[in-house]
């Protein structure tokens, strides 16, 4: 079965650095659009990167444009974030998820595949 599984969550101080992974086995992973989305309690999920099957092109939350990275790694079905310059307001679950190529969605509800988070909180 598909499964997808992130780690480097972690306390970070304002201005720091974490890295996301997120490894995925049960699926072709080079088939697929790879996105990550936060949510933090009371809101819904919020769309923060992408990277497309396609060439790999990258798309991201204006929140985040500038400080974050998204990237992947087809020889090791993995898929990163990269953060930088972090924010308390950064402070989330993030949550790595898979579609099937095609039209790229900022959708939480046209991902069929979910990882089961990683809490990131930044402190001032």
């Known amino acids: 079965q598909v499964q997808l599984v992130e780690s480097g969550g972690g306390l970070v101080q304002a201005g720091g650095s974490l890295r996301l992974s997120c490894a995925a086995s049960?699926?072709?992973?080079?088939?697929?659009?790879w996105a990550w989305f936060r949510q933090v309690p009371g809101k819904d999920r919020e769309f923060v990167a992408a990277?497309?099957?396609?060439?790999?092109?990258?798309v991201y939350a204006d929140s985040v444009k500038g400080r974050f990275t998204i990237s992947r790694d087809n020889a090791k079905n993995t898929v990163y974030l990269q953060m930088n310059r972090l924010k308390p307001e950064d402070t989330a679950v993030y949550y790595c998820?898979?579609?099937?190529?095609?039209?790229?969605?900022?959708?939480?509800?046209?991902?069929?595949?979910w990882g089961q988070g990683t809490q990131v909180t930044v402190s001032s």
């Open positions: 049960g699926l072709t992973f080079s088939s697929y659009h």
């Open positions: 990277v497309m099957w396609l060439l790999s092109s990258t």
């Open positions: 998820a898979a579609s099937m190529g095609g039209d790229l969605s900022y959708s939480s509800g046209d991902y069929p595949y």
